[in-house]
């Protein structure tokens, strides 16, 4: 599962900012307990909770450029590396490790801040650019993977929990009464808010990019319902097939054996199904 939590500041981060990232790391133990990391330049810290799927040696986190001056770690998964990687590679960029999370810091140097973009797969990324001074939050199309922050003092903190940014014990604990309504009338509190005021949630395929003034939140993604497909049935059957088939196989990629929770409805049937067709191992089902 992972998790990650970091701080940026508009100051030089001081060991007290890196034992308070070792301690939100701590509350994130249980999704991550393979591996706990941190990394700091200047004026952040970033730091993960690895749960080792992908590149079981060499992909520990979190991971920096080739000269250093951009690191990021991921919660997460991108599906779609190995061809991200290939078309970084002919672009000119050098990989040293074999794993995802790698293709993040050379897709941000190729593509910018909208780097998102190009990614397949469920993550929640942070991102630090010392060229820029900048810190780059990011998650996935669907918000799969949450990621919570707080902007106070010159200070901002992320982290895949909230207990992870209640750690710090400058952050104050005070209901979001509005919050707490919205939450007993759809029974979950809709981004941008949480259950604390000050603590906001980045909202699905949003990014956000803090220089030290105000964050600038944008979005890379929405569904689009419109214009209707006219095309045959029959044909839209097979496309979705095509679809569903091209999922299953990215997703099956793993240096860690995988499995299948299998409950007897018609979407974990069809997922066991094709994980069935395109693997070469005995799925496992639960």
């Known amino acids: 599962m992972c998790g990650i939590a970091g701080i940026a500041s508009r100051s030089i981060v001081t060991m007290d900012d890196r034992r308070l990232v070792e301690t939100m790391l701590r509350c994130l ?23 080792a799927i992908i590149d079981l040696d060499t992909g520990q986190q979190p991971l920096v450029n ?54 397949r797969g469920m993550f929640a990324v942070a991102l630090w650019d010392s060229n820029h001074q900048r810190l780059v939050l990011a998650r996935d ?23 992870a940014l ?8 005070v209901i979001d009464e509005e919050a707490l309504a919205l939450y007993l009338q759809y029974q ?14 980045l909202p699905p395929a949003s990014v956000l990019v803090w ?8 979005r890379y993604w929405a569904p689009e319902y419109e214009p209707k497909s006219s095309a045959d049935p029959q044909a839209l059957l097979e496309e979705c097939l095509k679809i569903l088939r091209d999922s299953v196989r990215l997703r099956l990629r793993s240096d860690e054996p995988l499995g299948v929770f299998l409950s007897g409805g018609m979407d974990s049937s069809v997922v066991t199904a094709l994980m069935v067709e395109a693997s070469e191992r005995t799925v496992r089902s639960y």
């Open 29 to 51: 133990a249980h999704r991550g307990p393979d591996d706990q990391h941190a990394l700091g330049a200047g004026r952040a810290i970033l730091g993960a909770r690895r749960l």
């Open 66 to 119: 080739e000269d250093g001056s951009i690191m990021v770690s991921q919660n997460g998964e991108i599906y779609d590396y190995i061809e991200l990687r290939r078309d970084l590679e002919a672009a000119g960029h050098t990989m040293r490790t074999k794993g995802d999370t790698e293709v993040l810091v050379h897709a941000y140097e190729q593509y910018g801040p909208r780097f998102p973009e190009h990614l």
């Open 141 to 163: 199309r669907l918000g799969k993977k949450p990621l919570y922050w707080r902007l106070a003092d010159g200070r901002l903190t992320y982290g895949s929990e909230l207990k």
């Open 166 to 173: 209640l750690a710090d014990p400058a952050t104050p604990r």
């Open 188 to 201: 979950y509190i809709p981004a941008p808010r949480t259950i604390f005021k000050g603590i906001q949630k």
């Open 211 to 218: 220089d030290g003034d105000e964050p600038k939140m944008s």
